[in-house]
Protein backbone atom coordinates (compact mmCIF):
# COMPACT_ATOMS: atom_id res chain seq x y z
CA UNK A 1 0.00 0.00 0.00
CA UNK A 2 1.60 3.34 -0.64
CA UNK A 3 2.06 6.15 1.86
CA UNK A 4 -0.53 8.35 0.15
CA UNK A 5 -3.52 5.61 0.79
CA UNK A 6 -2.34 4.94 4.14
CA UNK A 7 -2.51 8.39 5.29
CA UNK A 8 -6.06 8.31 3.55
CA UNK A 9 -7.05 5.77 5.01
CA UNK A 10 -5.82 7.16 8.54
CA UNK A 11 -7.71 10.78 7.52
CA UNK A 12 -10.71 8.81 6.97
CA UNK A 13 -10.96 7.24 10.93
CA UNK A 14 -9.36 10.34 12.96
CA UNK A 15 -12.43 11.43 15.15
CA UNK A 16 -13.89 14.26 13.29
CA UNK A 17 -13.50 17.80 14.61
CA UNK A 18 -17.37 18.61 15.29
CA UNK A 19 -17.63 15.43 16.84
CA UNK A 20 -20.55 16.74 18.89
CA UNK A 21 -21.95 17.69 15.46
CA UNK A 22 -21.41 15.23 13.85
CA UNK A 23 -22.58 12.38 16.19
CA UNK A 24 -26.12 14.07 16.45
CA UNK A 25 -26.25 13.77 12.76
CA UNK A 26 -24.93 10.42 12.74
CA UNK A 27 -27.46 9.51 15.04
CA UNK A 28 -30.26 11.23 13.25
CA UNK A 29 -29.58 9.04 10.21
CA UNK A 30 -29.59 6.30 11.87
CA UNK A 31 -32.79 7.12 13.74
CA UNK A 32 -34.59 8.08 10.20
CA UNK A 33 -33.18 4.64 9.11
CA UNK A 34 -35.60 2.73 11.43
CA UNK A 35 -38.07 5.37 10.75
CA UNK A 36 -38.00 3.84 7.48
CA UNK A 37 -37.95 -0.16 8.80
CA UNK A 38 -41.06 0.58 10.77
CA UNK A 39 -43.02 2.60 7.66
CA UNK A 40 -41.88 -0.17 5.16
CA UNK A 41 -42.84 -2.75 7.84
CA UNK A 42 -46.60 -1.26 7.89
CA UNK A 43 -47.01 -0.26 4.46
CA UNK A 44 -45.10 -0.92 1.57
CA UNK A 45 -46.09 1.93 -0.70
CA UNK A 46 -45.39 4.25 2.02
CA UNK A 47 -41.82 2.62 2.74
CA UNK A 48 -41.01 2.76 -0.67
CA UNK A 49 -41.90 6.65 -0.91
CA UNK A 50 -39.72 7.43 2.27
CA UNK A 51 -36.79 5.46 1.37
CA UNK A 52 -36.89 7.70 -2.02
CA UNK A 53 -36.99 10.92 0.46
CA UNK A 54 -33.89 9.82 2.36
CA UNK A 55 -31.95 9.97 -0.53
CA UNK A 56 -32.60 13.56 -0.74
CA UNK A 57 -32.35 13.72 3.05
CA UNK A 58 -29.05 11.87 3.84
CA UNK A 59 -27.81 14.28 0.67
CA UNK A 60 -28.59 17.12 1.93
CA UNK A 61 -27.35 16.06 5.41
CA UNK A 62 -24.08 14.89 3.76
CA UNK A 63 -23.38 18.42 2.62
CA UNK A 64 -24.06 19.94 6.04
CA UNK A 65 -21.14 17.41 7.05
CA UNK A 66 -19.30 18.87 4.36
CA UNK A 67 -20.55 22.47 5.34
CA UNK A 68 -18.46 22.12 9.11
CA UNK A 69 -15.45 20.34 7.62
CA UNK A 70 -15.01 23.18 5.41
CA UNK A 71 -15.25 25.87 7.75
CA UNK A 72 -12.36 23.75 9.52
CA UNK A 73 -10.53 24.42 6.18
CA UNK A 74 -10.12 20.36 5.71
CA UNK A 75 -12.12 20.91 2.49
CA UNK A 76 -12.95 23.42 -0.09
CA UNK A 77 -16.77 23.43 0.57
CA UNK A 78 -17.43 24.95 -3.28
CA UNK A 79 -15.88 21.16 -4.52
CA UNK A 80 -17.44 19.07 -2.70
CA UNK A 81 -20.61 20.54 -2.91
CA UNK A 82 -20.50 19.85 -6.59
CA UNK A 83 -19.11 16.16 -6.28
CA UNK A 84 -21.94 15.84 -3.70
CA UNK A 85 -24.68 16.93 -5.39
CA UNK A 86 -23.80 15.06 -8.87
CA UNK A 87 -23.16 11.90 -6.77
CA UNK A 88 -26.72 12.54 -4.83
CA UNK A 89 -28.22 13.84 -7.95
CA UNK A 90 -27.13 10.34 -9.92
CA UNK A 91 -28.70 8.27 -6.95
CA UNK A 92 -31.95 9.45 -6.85
CA UNK A 93 -31.89 9.04 -10.84
CA UNK A 94 -30.98 4.73 -10.50
CA UNK A 95 -33.95 5.05 -7.71
CA UNK A 96 -36.29 7.13 -10.31
CA UNK A 97 -35.05 4.00 -12.41
CA UNK A 98 -36.30 1.73 -9.57
CA UNK A 99 -39.50 2.63 -9.19
CA UNK A 100 -40.29 2.68 -13.14
CA UNK A 101 -38.57 -1.29 -12.72
CA UNK A 102 -40.96 -1.43 -10.23
CA UNK A 103 -43.92 0.04 -11.68
CA UNK A 104 -43.51 -2.12 -14.86
CA UNK A 105 -44.11 -5.33 -12.50
CA UNK A 106 -41.09 -6.86 -12.31
CA UNK A 107 -40.13 -5.78 -8.53
CA UNK A 108 -42.83 -5.57 -5.63
CA UNK A 109 -42.64 -2.49 -3.83
CA UNK A 110 -41.27 -4.70 -0.81
CA UNK A 111 -38.41 -5.68 -3.33
CA UNK A 112 -38.14 -2.15 -4.80
CA UNK A 113 -37.57 -0.52 -1.30
CA UNK A 114 -35.28 -3.55 -0.21
CA UNK A 115 -33.24 -2.02 -3.64
CA UNK A 116 -33.72 1.78 -2.61
CA UNK A 117 -31.94 0.86 0.48
CA UNK A 118 -29.34 -0.81 -0.82
CA UNK A 119 -29.09 1.86 -3.37
CA UNK A 120 -28.99 4.07 -0.54
CA UNK A 121 -26.24 2.01 1.32
CA UNK A 122 -23.79 2.41 -1.35
CA UNK A 123 -24.08 5.97 -1.89
CA UNK A 124 -23.89 6.46 1.87
CA UNK A 125 -20.57 4.32 1.98
CA UNK A 126 -19.28 5.90 -0.62
CA UNK A 127 -19.73 9.54 0.14
CA UNK A 128 -18.79 8.55 3.31
CA UNK A 129 -14.76 7.92 1.71
CA UNK A 130 -15.22 11.67 1.25
CA UNK A 131 -16.39 12.75 4.56
CA UNK A 132 -15.80 10.44 7.03
CA UNK A 133 -16.38 7.16 8.64
CA UNK A 134 -19.31 7.25 10.22
CA UNK A 135 -21.12 7.93 6.84
CA UNK A 136 -19.44 4.91 5.94
CA UNK A 137 -20.42 3.10 9.11
CA UNK A 138 -24.33 3.86 8.12
CA UNK A 139 -24.15 2.52 4.85
CA UNK A 140 -22.56 -0.77 6.49
CA UNK A 141 -26.09 -0.61 9.01
CA UNK A 142 -28.24 0.37 5.87
CA UNK A 143 -26.76 -2.88 4.21
CA UNK A 144 -26.89 -5.04 7.04
CA UNK A 145 -30.28 -4.03 7.88
CA UNK A 146 -31.42 -5.20 4.28
CA UNK A 147 -30.32 -8.76 4.43
CA UNK A 148 -31.86 -8.76 8.05
CA UNK A 149 -35.38 -7.58 6.82
CA UNK A 150 -35.32 -9.65 3.91
CA UNK A 151 -34.25 -13.15 6.21
CA UNK A 152 -35.69 -12.15 9.28
CA UNK A 153 -40.10 -11.62 10.26
CA UNK A 154 -39.20 -9.58 13.31
CA UNK A 155 -36.57 -7.78 12.11
CA UNK A 156 -37.25 -4.14 13.80
CA UNK A 157 -35.57 -5.66 17.17
CA UNK A 158 -32.49 -7.11 15.50
CA UNK A 159 -31.96 -3.30 13.85
CA UNK A 160 -32.26 -1.46 16.60
CA UNK A 161 -29.81 -3.47 18.31
CA UNK A 162 -27.66 -2.75 15.18
CA UNK A 163 -28.65 0.47 15.53
CA UNK A 164 -27.49 0.64 19.41
CA UNK A 165 -23.94 -1.07 18.66
CA UNK A 166 -23.38 1.38 16.08
CA UNK A 167 -23.66 4.41 18.12
CA UNK A 168 -21.95 2.92 21.53
CA UNK A 169 -19.20 1.71 19.00
CA UNK A 170 -18.66 5.41 17.50
CA UNK A 171 -18.60 6.72 20.84
CA UNK A 172 -16.15 4.11 22.14
CA UNK A 173 -14.31 4.57 18.94
CA UNK A 174 -14.10 8.40 19.70
CA UNK A 175 -12.66 8.05 23.10
CA UNK A 176 -10.06 5.48 21.66
CA UNK A 177 -8.57 8.24 19.40
CA UNK A 178 -8.77 10.69 21.69
CA UNK A 179 -6.45 8.63 24.19
CA UNK A 180 -4.64 8.00 21.72
CA UNK A 181 -3.62 10.99 19.85
CA UNK A 182 -2.92 12.42 23.46
CA UNK A 183 -0.42 9.31 23.92
CA UNK A 184 1.24 10.52 20.44
CA UNK A 185 1.63 14.01 21.68
CA UNK A 186 3.05 13.41 25.09
Known amino acids: MSEENSEDIEELFVAPRYFGLEQTIFIVMLLLSLIGMVVTDFSRHDGYGYWLFMVVVFGLLSILVSWLQSKTGEIEFGEIVKEQASHWLLTLVIVGAAFFIQKSGQLTETSASLVILLLLAMSTILDGRR ?15 AIIIAYVEAFIWICSGLGVAAVIATFLWHKWTLKHRDNDSA
Not at 131 to 141: K, S, T, V
Open 131 to 145: IGWQFMLIGCYLVAS
